[in-house]
């Protein structure tokens, strides 16, 4: 019996020692390698993709601004995204392009002068009135084509605006020399004339005409006015402001238009205007020391 309780001892003995062994050996639960560097790391990826997608959307934002107003696609490419800013071609159409809006909001203002001098002194005396309305078939013609040919806004914007203007001074010149009636008939008709021109039926060879004649059209507008100044021996209410921006303006519309249509009738039109233009600002450096004479009173109307 002893030696048969001693067997079962032993027995158990090996049995408890095999299942230590077993604990002892059995390996912990694996953990993922760099566990704790990982969950650090989570918000720096979190923030720095936050910050692709909000420059990304920047640049989506300044594309839609940019391209086509300003530039093409491809020159968005060059500029901006590869920053390339001397990228010759795309910097040449970048120019023209900020160069021809500003010559357009400028435009805004540019007889603005005139008419003002015009207002103050209740006269439009030492103003040629052919050479006003020949301005203005000529302005009505360059809307005209601008419109037809599809051309940027940008190329021929200015155009309209002085239209507005040119209007105005007519009538304000008419208004004051006691013919209200003829001025309200002046700017009924050249509305009339750029309806006409502007509508499906008009034919295209008369707004090509038109423009073509735009040339000889300004250098007698101008012609005439310079050749009025001569006679009275002073510049009347010619606004030598008007006269310097009108100078400039065109001056930069030679370069636009070469860039931005490439039509060599637009750019020697313009050439001529700012010829034409410096020859009424040299005499209003010559008669800047004369005086238009006093305004007769206004007629009377019934």
Sequence with gaps: MRAAHRTQLRAGRRHLAAQRAGAAGRSPPPQRAGGGASLRQEPIRTVRGGAARAQSAAMEALRAWLVPGLMPESCFEELVMRLQP??????????????????????????????????????????????????????????????SRAFPFSAWGEALFLLLQTMALGFLIQHYGGHTGRGLLLVASYWLLL????????????????????????I??????????????????????????????ALARVFTSLQETGDPLLALTFASSAACNGLLLGQLLYYRGGHSPKPPPRPKMD
Aim: with cysteine; aromatic share 6%.
């Design 86 to 147: 001397m990228h010759v071609p795309c910097l040449r159409i970048l120019v023209s392009k900020v160069l021809g809006y500003g010559i357009v909001a400028g435009s805004v203002l540019v007889k603005l002068p005139q008419v003002l001098q015009v207002l103050g002194s209740r006269s439009g005396s030492g103003l040629s009135i052919p050479g006003l309305l020949l301005e203005l078939l000529a302005l009505v013609g360059s809307v005209a084509y601008g419109c």
């Design 195 to 218: 309806g006409a021109l502007l509508s499906p039926q008009a034919p295209p060879w008369v707004v090509t005409f038109l423009q073509g004649a735009n040339l000889p059209i300004i």
């Design 220 to 249: 007698l507008s101008r012609l005439l006015q310079a050749a009025t100044n001569y006679r009275q021996g002073h510049t009347g209410q010619l606004s030598g402001l008007s006269t310097l921006l009108l100078f400039g303006g």
